[in-house]
């Protein structure tokens, strides 16, 4: 697998993934009815950088990394991730986050902080945890699930650098 800088030509590629993952509406706070070029603004324009997953297979995943709080807080980001439904259960989550962690470093960032973790999203949790992760809190009843009905939400965190 490579792990490369998205190229505003993979957005045709990545759109799909993200489409499909927004109008499931089951693990991103993101509007299920987002347009393509909202989501391309989204993922895209508004992070620090954005990344794509390939295999010869083709996208496997893609993943951002953005600021998460400007000002004093702009020294943690906060990295939201997508594989493919073919990659999936492949360890193409856990590669994508430990090149996103030696990447929002590489871009002066100290800790990561994932905001809106659903604690119905059992096996990002499970894997956030396994790569280091500490939830620092819980939000009660933060999201509207679509078949489980109201869910926690946590906020995870892991710093980068003991700097």
Same mark, same amino acid.
């Given at each position: 697998?490579?792990?490369? *800088?998205?190229?505003?030509?993979?957005?045709? %590629?990545?759109?799909?993934?993200?489409?499909?993952?927004?109008?499931?509406?089951?693990?991103?706070?993101?509007?299920?009815?987002?347009? *393509?070029?909202? =989501? *391309?603004?989204?993922?895209?324009?508004? #992070? /620090?950088?954005?990344?794509?997953?390939?295999?010869?297979?083709?996208?496997? @995943?893609?993943? &951002?990394?953005?600021? +998460?709080?400007? @000002?004093? @807080?702009?020294?943690?980001? +906060?990295?939201?991730?997508?594989?493919?439904?073919?990659?999936?259960?492949?360890?193409?989550? =856990?590669?994508?986050?430990?090149?996103?962690?030696?990447? =929002?470093? #590489?871009?002066? &960032?100290? %800790?990561?902080?994932? +905001?809106?973790?659903?604690?119905? +999203?059992? @096996?990002?949790?499970?894997?956030? !945890?396994?790569?280091?992760?500490?939830?620092?809190?819980?939000?009660?009843?933060?999201?509207? !699930?679509? /078949?489980?009905?109201?869910?926690? =939400?946590?906020?995870?965190? *892991?710093?980068?650098?003991? #700097?």
């Amino acid at each position: 697998m490579i792990i490369r *800088k998205a190229r505003d030509g993979d957005f045709d %590629a990545i759109w799909p993934l993200l489409r499909d993952v927004f109008r499931a509406g089951d693990t991103y706070a993101v509007d299920p009815q987002i347009s *393509k070029a909202d =989501a *391309k603004i989204y993922w895209m324009t508004s #992070a /620090a950088a954005t990344y794509v997953a390939e295999t010869e297979q083709g996208l496997a @995943g893609t993943y &951002y990394i953005r600021t +998460n709080q400007p @000002g004093g @807080g702009a020294h943690i980001c +906060n990295c939201g991730y997508i594989v493919s439904p073919d990659a999936r259960g492949q360890g193409v989550a =856990a590669q994508m986050c430990l090149a996103s962690q030696e990447q =929002a470093a #590489a871009l002066g &960032y100290l %800790a990561m902080q994932f +905001n809106f973790v659903l604690a119905s +999203n059992t @096996g990002a949790v499970r894997l956030w !945890h396994r790569l280091g992760f500490e939830t620092v809190g819980t939000i009660p009843d933060a999201f509207h !699930h679509p /078949a489980q009905g109201p869910v926690d =939400a946590f906020v995870m965190y *892991k710093r980068l650098t003991t #700097a």
